[in-house]
């Protein structure tokens, strides 16, 4: 039968990994004195950031899975659910975690900030790839913010534990930045394939089927998650993933346009739009004259 956890506070995940639980809403983790264990499913309501320093098993997330090598950054936010789908083989967990309860971010700056980190809803195959000075520093914080955990808790504990986490966070934003630069030829590859994946968008029957082609539509099609997959397309381009989107609908448009047989209510119904005003509007906005008018023009 599969096992199953379902991790709703700090204190449960640090049962679960033999550790004392110091503060109730933020936990840091040596996976070393948990016990060996099997594979299971893990639902998590809390924000963890793991450093395994093992290979664990094939983990699934969502849909993805991902071979776990030693040396990564997996970010999880709550709600998300992780399989280690290897259920026989026992392991000896090894490595870093950090755990923290969603209640420690209330009236912090890092609460307002928290969903800026579009990390946190990566599928784990898109896991931030350390360099060894890197890792060193991942580990430094950890190592800080657990001195921390073991003071006196005083009116100053929350604000200098958060802004530890705050501080965490945003080097790991700087080396996932890295990442998209080092992986670059990897990158232009997947810029390519959203090139060509919206070039077959608009030759099939999808527009009227499914309408306008979103973004998390794109990602899911490329096997990445929406987050991870506009930053990355962000970074490569300069332009959102929708602005980018936009971009193709209008040179698609400017092409359909000198068909004169076709008024510019079947057009933008033949890319997907359910309102023609909308695709006027959007042409207008881009192009800086109506469909009409830059047929006329042209």
């Known amino acids: 039968m599969e096992r199953e956890f379902n991790f709703q506070t700090v204190s449960e995940y640090n049962d679960f990994n033999n550790h004392e ?11 070393s004195k948990a016990a060996k264990r099997t594979g299971s499913k893990m639902h998590f309501e809390l924000y963890c950031i793991f450093l395994k320093d093992v290979k664990c098993g094939d983990l699934k997330y969502g849909r993805q899975h991902y071979d776990y090598q030693e040396g990564t ?9 992780v399989d280690v789908e290897n259920k026989v083989d026992e392991y000896q967990p090894m490595g870093h975690g950090l755990v923290f309860h969603p209640d420690l971010l209330l009236g912090t700056s890092l609460g307002k900030s928290i969903r800026d980190y579009n990390f946190f809803s990566y599928y784990t195959n898109e896991a931030l790839h350390l360099s060894a000075k890197e890792r060193k520093l991942v580990l430094d914080l950890f190592a800080k913010l657990h001195s921390e955990l073991h003071q006196t808790i005083d009116k100053h504990s929350k604000k200098v534990i958060a802004s530890g986490i705050e501080l965490l966070l945003s080097y790991c934003e700087r080396f996932y930045d890295r990442q998209f630069i080092t992986r670059d030829t990897v990158n232009k590859g997947m810029l390519e394939k959203f090139e060509g994946l919206l070039n077959g968008y608009f030759n099939s029957e999808k527009p009227y089927t499914i309408g306008l082609p979103s973004v998390a539509y794109c990602a899911d099609e490329l096997h990445l998650s929406a987050n991870y997959f506009g930053d990355l397309i962000k970074k490569e381009t300069g332009k959102s993933a929708q602005e980018f989107i936009q971009v193709k609908i209008i040179d698609v448009a400017k092409n359909k346009i000198f068909d004169s047989s076709k008024t510019v209510n079947e057009i933008a119904y033949d890319l997907g739009f359910k309102y023609p005003q909308h695709f006027i509007r959007l042409f207008k906005k881009r192009v800086g004259s109506t469909p009409a008018e830059y047929r006329t023009l042209n």
Do not use: K
């Not at 639980?21 to 996976?31: A, E, K």
């Not at 950054?73 to 659910?81: A, E, H, R």
């Open 21 to 31: 639980t110091g503060h109730p809403l933020v936990s840091v983790i040596d996976f």
């Open 73 to 81: 950054l997996v970010f999880i936010s709550p709600g998300q659910v």
